[in-house]
């Protein structure tokens, strides 16, 4: 059903015409992410520019009973901010865009919620600390997108995830009242622990309009390599053998073929497209003599599972085009045909030679072209499955071959999703790795704190 006029007049006395868009070449920007799934455009698209006029926003929404869909920049890869119907209010966050406080003496910032990622990252690195969360998607991702994803990057194995710096989180609730928890504090047991149920809550509990974080003191000296294989199989066995070993990289990637031959024929950077797979492997830490203890150990591991050719980065410039060649990832593989569906299904480290020889064995039973890269450190993996969704006959195996992705991922103890978050794209799925007590308990959470399901409607819990 439309919006009314009125309503609409509402909004835009509320927050000004210009932070209104009603015309629908302006709401189809709205309808999609960065998912392959259908799109819906939204009814319409508010841009409130403070926090109170965002809690107002809030209000007059769910008052009148639209659907709330509050977007950062739209890049998930779940579905997540596709309005469930077309008479969705979606909420923008880009003009929520301050960095309100970096406390040098205790550690931790303020910020609001449509903040991108690197901006924040940089802004804390030129003060002389350090926000390791690093998601792919940083230049473009905002920090209340990754706070309600819980998003992960190259960085997790040894720095954690998104979740690992929340201090405190401010959010509005479904009658635009504002909810506080958390502080500035390191210790905080006062109430309950809200901010981890906000936390991955994928816009679906309540809106960010503030977000604390931890920083912490960056590493003094690293060192990064590639480590280039002939079969996968030596590859993934490293992996399990690092870790087993108790050596914690801040990042341990993984690129087979499939990706090191895109990459190289996109950016020239002179990867051996010959090889079976690689590792892009980083050690940092306080003292350069530390660091060095830990990248030996690593080569000799590289070398005991079969690693003929470990180039070790000689300076900033040998490095950065180690990072390039997993930054070009995912868009050299985005080029290389029409559609790429991208999962992030994530299984326990030591599983991870089982799981790579397992997705191999599915492109190959579905006769798909298949290229996986990920951190495979935190044994979260990218299968990421090339093909053309208006070939329907080869979608039909896409879309089987993904089930057996999931099926195998739940099988060696795994996860869903590491970090891409359920959305639309999962929620069908989430009873096979929970059960129904699970998905009615997050169902009277859900109701209770939205009585009227209004909150990101057909997301996570379905
Ligand atoms: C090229 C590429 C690389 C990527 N790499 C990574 C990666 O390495 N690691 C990773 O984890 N993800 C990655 N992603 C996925 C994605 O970028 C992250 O999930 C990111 O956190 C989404 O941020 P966003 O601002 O785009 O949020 P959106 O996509 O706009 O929204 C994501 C969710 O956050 C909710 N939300 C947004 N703002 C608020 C708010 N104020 N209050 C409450 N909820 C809110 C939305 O409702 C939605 O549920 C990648 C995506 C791409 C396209």
């Known amino acids: 059903m439309p919006i009314s006029s009125n309503l609409i007049a509402e909004f835009k006395n509320l927050l000004g015409p210009e932070n209104v868009l009603t015309e629908e070449t302006d709401r189809l920007s709205y309808a999609y992410d960065a998912a392959v799934l259908k799109q819906v455009t939204p009814g319409l698209v508010v841009m409130p520019d403070n926090e109170e006029r965002l809690g107002r926003t809030v209000k007059l929404a769910y008052d009148n009973s639209l659907p709330i869909t509050v977007r950062g920049s739209g890049t998930n890869l779940s579905g997540a901010v596709i309005p469930d119907s077309s008479d969705t209010v979606v909420i923008l966050t880009n003009k929520l865009n301050k960095i309100l406080e970096i406390n040098l003496e205790d550690l931790y910032a303020v910020v609001e919620p449509g903040v991108l990622t690197a901006k924040f990252a940089n802004a804390v690195a030129a003060k002389g600390l350090f926000y390791p969360p690093d998601p792919g998607s940083q230049a473009v991702s905002t920090l209340a997108g990754n706070v309600a994803l819980n998003a992960g990057g190259l960085r997790g194995l040894k720095y954690g995830v998104t979740k690992d710096y929340l201090m405190g989180v401010e959010f509005f609730d479904h009658n635009g009242e504002l909810v506080k928890t958390g ?22 509990l309540g809106i960010f309009s503030k977000l604390i974080f931890k ?38 990637e993984f690129l087979d073929q499939k990706c090191i031959r895109v990459v190289e024929a996109n950016s020239k950077i002179g990867l051996p497209t010959e090889a079976a797979a690689i590792l892009l492997i980083e050690v940092d830490g306080s ?17 005991k599972c079969g690693s003929k050719n470990i180039q070790v980065a000689r300076d900033a410039e040998e490095k950065n085009k180690i990072w390039e060649a997993r930054r070009n990832a995912l868009p050299s593989l985005a080029r290389a045909k029409p559609t790429t569906v991208l999962e992030d299904a994530t299984v ?37 499955i090339l093909t053309d969704r208006r070939n329907e006959e080869e979608f ?9 992705i999931f099926d195998v991922a739940l099988s060696l103890q795994g996860t869903l999703s590491g970090e891409h978050g359920i959305g639309i794209a999962k929620a069908k799925w989430m009873v096979k790795e929970t059960n129904k007590a699970t998905i009615e308990f997050s169902k009277r959470l859900r109701t209770a704190l939205d009585p009227k399901y209004l909150f990101n409607a057909g997301k996570k819990i379905i």
């Open 215 to 252: 920083l912490v003191p960056p590493p003094k000296a690293s060192q990064a390599m590639m480590a280039v294989y002939d079969t996968v199989e030596g590859a993934s066995e490293t992996v399990a053998a690092i870790i087993a070993a108790h050596i914690l990289p801040c990042t341990l």
């Open 287 to 303: 003292h350069q003599a530390g660091v060095d203890e830990d990248a030996a150990k690593v080569k000799e591991l590289c070398a």
């Open 396 to 404: 039909k195996r896409v879309e089987d071959a993904v089930d057996e």
């Open 183 to 204: 502080s500035r504090t390191v210790k905080c047991v006062t109430g309950y622990n809200l901010g981890g149920m906000m936390v991955s809550s994928e816009g679906t």
């Open 348 to 384: 326990p480290r030591s599983k991870i030679p089982a799981m790579v020889s397992e997705l191999n064995r599915i492109a190959s039973k579905y006769k798909l072209e298949m290229g996986t890269f990920g951190h495979a450190g935190d044994g979260n993996l990218h299968p990421t």
